[in-house]
């Protein structure tokens, strides 16, 4: 306990899934939190974001830990927006330590139009880097940037995507590029001691791989796939015999990372994929 007593940690997608578990494992650390989310549906995505109840949520099982929350929704699509918020953030808790950029969104299926791929690049990656720009200002000596990018945009190669469609594209793409802004950001940041790192998830249990979308693309085969359809499907992604990690399987890196432990930890892609990368390498 304790590995982030008195830090501020700032995260973007916070109101559930993988956020909410990052703000969570952080405050047990010891770190207040800026909690930001959209809080609405994209039409893109044909399955339902976290609303305002979700974010209140996370907030309250942040104060359960015992630590100050400040909540703030916000399109991280929207620099000014971003900036004001995160702002506001800071001016409330004093100070920021850390920035977990992870909103996001994957709009998979074949058959959309290319805004399914513009608009998951505008989240996915301008969203990120909006995130990570916005805090920059704030951060002190020692501050840690962690983004969330993904084992799929490790894998080389740009090539058909079918049946996954033009938004998996995008969110390939994005994770592709923001591996790249992370190795660069690191050299850029790095004679102010701020550390620039990625972590990089394979199927993640959250509502991003629990809906519909992804159940027809992983069994085009069936009119009603559900979960137990798919899930062959998604074990078959990793060498080892899982169909997916936990969120708080990130989240445990993400204490790593915005903690002193890897005070000397920057530029690092860091794969939490159950051998995805070396099986799909082969």
């Known amino acids: 306990m304790g590995r982030v007593d008195g830090r501020v940690a700032l995260i973007t997608g916070a109101a559930r899934g993988q ?5 969570v494992r952080l405050a047990e650390e010891g770190a207040d939190i800026i909690a930001i989310d959209v809080c609405r549906d994209l039409e893109v995505t044909e399955y339902p974001l976290a609303d305002a109840a979700d974010l209140e949520e996370t907030g309250r099982l942040v104060e359960k830990t015992g630590r100050r929350v400040v909540l703030r929704q916000a399109d991280v699509r929207d620099a000014a927006a971003l900036k004001e918020a995160v702002a506001s953030g800071v001016a409330e808790l004093g100070r920021l330590d850390a920035v977990v950029a992870n909103a996001g969104i994957l709009p998979i299926g074949a058959g959309r139009p290319v805004t399914a791929f513009t608009d998951t690049v505008d989240v996915n990656l301008l969203g990120a880097v909006n995130t990570v720009h916005a805090a920059l200002p704030h951060l002190g000596e020692g501050g840690s940037v962690i983004l969330i990018g993904s084992v799929t945009g490790q894998i080389p190669g740009f090539g058909d995507t079918t049946p996954a469609g033009p938004g998996f594209a995008g969110y390939r793409f994005a994770k592709q590029v923001l591996a790249s ?14 550390r620039v790192n990625a972590i990089h998830p394979t199927n ?8 519909d979308p992804m159940y027809r693309t992983f069994r085009p085969d069936l009119e009603q796939p559900g979960w137990d359809d798919a899930e062959a499907g998604f074990t078959g992604i990793q060498a080892m015999p899982i169909a997916y990690v936990e969120a708080i399987d990130v989240s445990h890196a993400v204490v790593y990372l915005a903690s002193p432990e890897s005070r000397y930890v920057t530029g690092l892609q860091m794969r939490i994929d159950g051998g995805a990368l070396v099986k799909q390498s082969l």
Not at 19 to 23: L, T
Not at 181 to 194: F, I, W
Not at 204 to 211: E, G, P
């Open 181 to 194: 802004y992370v190795s660069t950001l690191a050299v850029q940041l790095a004679p102010s001691g701020t």
């Open 204 to 211: 993640v249990d959250t509502a991003m791989l629990r809906n």
């Open 19 to 23: 956020g909410r578990s990052h703000a």
